[in-house]
């Protein structure tokens, strides 16, 4: 077995693109970087990357192509779009997407993919947010062919503690829509939970630690309650408006097959309010405001 590491690209650097690929880095990849905004990748080519002008230039040199993009559009348009990667991939070459992205887009654009160039596609949506990301903490969801994810396993090790292979292209997806189902819905209820105590006289700053261990805990209320309790909003760790597209697409999926998602639904709605009055990039622990607002 060869001791050279495969050449990587990436494109997104991103609040969870810039620590990922930090750690393929230091991990002595060879990596190459694209960004819509190119000024976010300097701090990639100051560690020893290599920056492109478009997509397509991504395909050069690497076998293997990650994005880590905002939603299924911005996908599309890197991809397929004018300089897009489908421009020069080839087959041998791997595309690994950690966005969250709608499943049967995605199964839609792998199979496009794979049809015009012979690339093939694994969708790898993760969790852990940004903390994981740096620590290469993330749980990563994968679709794809069950080759193709082993090709990458070596590298998503120095991003992960845990690679799944939930499936075919898509169930990654599928999976992901399922994680942030439960993330936002907690997220919404802790809102109200610091909100109550608060109300009721009692010390919400102490809530996560009273409460861990037992079957109410989580991360994220580990992470949310003590930040909405102090009123620490920034810096910006992930956003509302992700997971207000997360809660769209877990509503559209359930549509689509048919299943009964009702508190989803209301939290869809619920986060939508939210994003309505200002709040779409800011941090989701911005929820407890709407909460206090409506029981002044």
């Not at 990596?31 to 100051?46: A, F, G, H, M, Y």
């Not at 409460?211 to 309650?225: C, M, N, T």
Request: proline content about 6%; some cysteine.
């Amino acid at each position: 077995m060869s001791g050279v590491l495969p050449a990587l690209a990436f494109a997104g650097i991103g609040l969870m693109g810039l620590p990922m690929t930090r750690r393929l880095l230091s991990a002595g990849y060879p990596l190459t970087v694209w960004n819509r905004s190119p000024d976010k990748c300097q701090p990639l080519i100051e560690q020893g990357a290599s920056a492109v002008s478009q997509p397509a230039h991504l395909c050069a040199k690497a076998e293997i192509v990650m994005l880590c993009l905002a939603n299924t559009d911005v996908v599309r348009e890197v991809v397929f779009g004018p300089g897009g990667v489908v421009e020069t991939a080839k087959p041998g070459q791997l595309l690994v997407d950690f966005s969250s992205l709608d499943p049967a887009q995605t199964r839609e654009m792998a199979a496009e993919l794979e049809r015009r160039t012979g690339m093939r596609w694994v969708d790898a949506p993760v969790s852990g947010g940004t903390a994981g990301a740096e620590a290469g903490s993330l749980a990563i969801m994968a679709g794809g062919a069950a080759t193709d994810i082993e090709r990458v396993r070596p590298v998503l090790a120095h991003l992960g503690q845990r690679l799944t292979r939930m499936g075919d292209v898509g169930a990654g997806q599928v999976t992901k829509v399922c994680n942030q189902m439960i993330v936002a819905c907690n997220a919404l209820v802790i809102a109200e939970v610091v909100a109550l105590a608060e109300k009721s006289g009692v010390d919400a700053t102490l809530i996560a630690p009273a409460l861990a261990g037992g079957f109410a805990d989580s991360k994220p209320l580990q992470i949310l309650a003590p930040q909405m309790a102090m009123n620490e909003f920034e810096p910006v760790k992930w956003h509302v408006r992700t997971l207000l597209k997360d809660l769209d697409t877990a509503v559209r999926v359930a549509q689509q097959t048919g299943s009964a998602t009702p508190v989803t639904g209301l939290a869809a709605q619920l986060m939508r309010l939210h994003g309505s009055q200002g709040n779409l990039e800011k941090d989701p622990a911005t929820l407890v405001q709407q909460y206090r607002e409506e029981t002044e």
